[in-house]
């Protein structure tokens, strides 16, 4: 049981073989080696482009997130200050008013 096993592991691993450049195996067969040499460096050339345009791009994509945080906390200060001046003029009017009711209060105590 475990020598069919390895067996089919075995073959399953090698009908996985993976050729660069994406050719086939009729196609790496007919390569000599240093044509298959160029071929695994041409392929390893075209995943590191691969590999930095992803890594540009992830880049770009956590600015862009940055970005959008920083706007977003800039309006939640702008709102935040925009309510703190609505309130401390809301305090001046009460205090303003309370002033005002303080000063007929004592209007009032003087006439009677």
């Not at 790496?28 to 691969?50: C, F, H, V, Y």
């Not at 345009?53 to 992830?58: K, N, S």
């Not at 809301?90 to 009711?101: E, F, I, K, T, V």
Request: hydrophobic share 45%.
């Amino acid at each position: 049981m475990k020598n069919l096993l390895l067996l089919f592991m075995t073959g399953l691993i090698s009908a996985c073989t993976y050729h660069p450049l994406g050719m086939s195996t009729a196609e790496w067969n007919g390569l000599s080696k240093q044509e298959r040499i160029e071929a695994w460096r041409e392929d390893a050339k075209i995943r590191e482009q691969r590999r930095l345009r992803y890594a540009i791009e992830r880049q770009n994509q956590l600015k862009e997130e940055r970005i959008k945080a920083d706007i977003a906390a800039s309006k939640a200060t702008t709102q935040s200050v925009a309510a703190a001046a609505s309130a401390a003029q809301a305090a001046s009017q009460s205090a303003a008013a309370a002033q005002a009711s303080a000063n007929n209060n004592i209007t009032v105590s003087q006439i009677l």
